[in-house]
């Protein structure tokens, strides 16, 4: 247990701040949920579009330090990789 008043304030900063890192990372894993269905419907535009949305979540969690930036620039590339395939697949 936590003596010092400032260790007390820092057990109150980490809850408050886990509890936003999670909801963010939830909302970002469901943008990416998204991308990846539209990706198995096989629609184009609809892909393309939810890949713009995850790119963007992607981009501002990793600025945010919710997600490193080179896991967030992996995910991206790993997503663009399949939706490149499948207007390859598509033509």
Do not use: P
């Amino acid at each position: 247990m936590a003596h010092s008043l400032s260790s007390k304030k820092r057990i109150r900063q980490n809850v408050k701040r886990r509890a936003l890192n999670r909801s963010r990372a939830s909302a970002l894993k469901t943008r990416i949920r998204k991308c990846m269905d539209t990706l198995k419907t096989g629609d184009v535009e609809g892909t393309e579009r939810a890949y713009r949305e995850a790119c963007r979540a992607l981009d501002r969690e990793a600025n945010r330090n919710t997600l490193h930036r080179n896991a967030a620039a992996r995910r991206k590339s790993r997503l663009a990789r399949r939706i490149n395939a499948l207007k390859q697949a598509a033509q």
